[in-house]
């Protein structure tokens, strides 16, 4: 049972009963229901106020990561070891810089005689008929990311969406338009002025 945004209660194997931390501020369309099993992590550090870290949910008899604080981390892991090829040239990988209005970039890529690349990234675990979809809800951030992106692109840079599916049952992606027509104009707008768009999924 999840509430409050980030507090799940969790059922142990051995039956003990904990609260986790949930690491993902969307609605969680499509996992989140009573009985699910789940995969959890346990910190060491006396400092927390919660010692469990919900990390994976079965969903439609697949592992799903719900963990959105991953995502940068697997994506980083891949562009140092050079495994996405679209972003394989690049030397240079340097982690939230400033952009925008109040925004930072999840990567910023560089490598001489190259503009820079600005790569943004966004955690994907919603699936609708068998088609992962992003946004899971409204994102009035995503949306400002998008819009920044095109700015910054009609200024010489390189611009990249990555879409990260934590999920292995999907063979097709498309954003959830229905669920936010906002973000889904603003993405169309960034696509047209330029800005690429990737769609990669892991297996968890």
């Known amino acids: 049972k999840r509430y409050k945004r980030f507090f799940a209660d969790i059922v142990l194997d051995d039956g003990t009963e904990i609260t986790a931390h949930c690491p993902n501020p969307g609605a969680m369309l499509g996992v989140l229901n009573s009985g699910n099993k789940v995969a959890v992590t346990k910190s060491d550090n006396p400092a927390r106020k ?3 870290t919900w990390q994976y949910v079965e969903a439609e008899g697949t592992w799903v990561g719900v963990n959105t604080h ?3 981390e697997i994506v980083a892991d891949a562009l140092t070891k ?3 090829p679209e972003l394989s040239d690049y030397t240079s990988i340097t982690r939230e ?3 925008g209005i109040n925004s930072r970039i999840d990567f910023l890529l560089s490598k ?3 503009p820079p690349c600005y790569l943004e990234v966004k955690n994907v675990h919603l699936k609708r008929g068998g088609v992962a979809q992003f946004p899971d809800c409204v994102t009035l951030r995503g949306a400002k ?3 920044e ?3 910054i692109k009609q200024q010489g840079a390189r611009c990249v969406v990555l879409y990260l599916v934590q999920r292995m049952d999907c063979t097709e992606f498309s954003i959830a338009d229905d669920i936010d027509p906002t973000y889904a104009k603003a ?3 960034a696509k047209e002025s330029g800005v690429e768009m990737l769609v990669y999924a892991c297996e968890v």
């Open 50 to 52: 919660l010692g469990y």
């Open 70 to 72: 991953l995502t940068n």
């Open 82 to 84: 050079k495994i996405i």
């Open 97 to 99: 810089v400033k952009y």
């Open 112 to 114: 001489e005689a190259l």
């Open 145 to 147: 990311h998008m819009t």
């Open 149 to 151: 992106l095109a700015a």
């Open 187 to 189: 993405a169309s707008l």
